[in-house]
């Protein structure tokens, strides 16, 4: 898995360009706070967020929310073009 920003000005709200691998079980994190964005690395512990676990059925680049209001979860359904930019 390889994952860069889009852009570098707004992280949350940008989707996150990653190469998927085939067969290879990744775990999206759909509370926020993981510091492994935009997987899942424990932090929801706290919350009653759970990570969205997935395997992808081949090699492949795909957006993946960080948003997290995507109606398609992991993967960016163009949700962050409507949300305000937090100050």
Known sequence: MDTKPDSQNDRRNTPAR??????IQEAWCSCGYSSKQ??????????PFKPIKFTPDEDREVLLCMCKQTKNP???DGT???ISPQV
């Open 80 to 82: 962050h073009t409507s």
């Open 18 to 23: 990653t190469l998927l691998k085939k067969g």
């Open 38 to 47: 935009p997987f899942c690395d424990g932090s929801h512990r706290q919350t």
């Open 74 to 76: 992991p993967y960016c």
